[in-house]
């Protein structure tokens, strides 16, 4: 089974700093994708960005980007720059073994606060 | 921009009563799921659906059934509403197209308190 782990329950950053939220995961399918996603206070889920396993580089989208570490099975989300508006619960999520996008396992969550 | 939404933020329902929680997407997804969140728990899921009419179980689906007549909505629905169902639900849907990464859409949860 796929397994998804966010070790840090919470994180603090200042305002225009950059920040680190980590995940690791466990997966016996060779080709495989990552997505994280952003839970502002509001509820609603939205998606940051993906990684596939074999891309080449890093993923990248504006402020976010992804430390993929395929070695560690590490795909760490750096979000540059912070904004108050990056408060929120973030969490990290896997396709499940087969290729398949359909089910997602995803990790307990990071929650961020951005200090001013 | 895909849009799911659900039909209620908010609801408050009496223990055994039969409940519903509607889903609809607008981008033609092939893929929807209904997901229930609570603290220190994470998101799981319930029940999965990949075309009208079919539905997979998820990793909870006691106590939950699931209806998609229509390939734009698909409805959860709790039976005989117990307390220990008092949760956040999310409705999800994507594309099944072969290729594409398989980003899941959310709507903006219902929170369901049980008394």
């Known amino acids: 089974a796929q397994k998804i782990t966010q070790t840090q329950p919470g994180m603090f950053v200042q305002e225009k700093e950059a920040v680190t939220l980590d995940c690791t995961y466990d997966?016996?399918?060779?080709?495989?994708?990552l997505f994280w996603y952003k839970q502002p206070s509001s509820g609603e889920m939205i998606f940051l960005i993906y990684?596939?396993?074999?891309?080449?580089q890093n993923a990248t989208e504006g402020r976010y980007s992804l430390n993929f570490q395929k070695a560690r099975k590490s795909a760490n989300l750096v979000i540059s720059a912070s904004q108050l508006g990056d408060s929120a619960m973030y969490f990290c999520?896997?396709?499940?073994?087969?290729?398949?996008?359909?089910?997602?396992?995803f990790g307990k969550g990071t929650l961020l606060t951005v200090n001013p | 921009d895909v849009k799911v939404t659900q039909s209620s933020r908010y609801l408050v329902k009496r223990t055994g009563e039969k409940v519903f929680l509607e889903c609809v997407q607008d981008?033609?997804?092939?893929?929807m799921f209904w997901y229930r969140q609570d603290p220190g728990l994470g998101l799981r899921l319930i029940y999965f659906s990949y075309d009208v009419k079919m539905k997979e179980k998820g990793d909870i689906p006691e106590g939950y059934s699931v209806s998609r007549e229509k390939k734009e909505r698909f409805s959860l629905i709790l039976e005989s509403a117990s307390t220990n169902q008092t949760s956040m639900y999310l409705c999800?849907?994507?594309?099944?197209?072969?290729?594409?990464?398989?980003?899941?859409?959310f709507g903006p949860g219902t929170r369901l308190t049980v008394t």
């Open positions: 981008m033609d997804h092939e893929n």
């Open positions: 999800a849907s994507s594309s099944g197209l072969a290729g594409l990464k398989g980003e899941q859409y």
């Open positions: 999520a896997i396709p499940p073994v087969g290729g398949s996008n359909y089910k997602l396992t």
């Open positions: 990684q596939g396993s074999y891309d080449q």
């Open positions: 997966t016996s399918d060779p080709s495989y994708g």
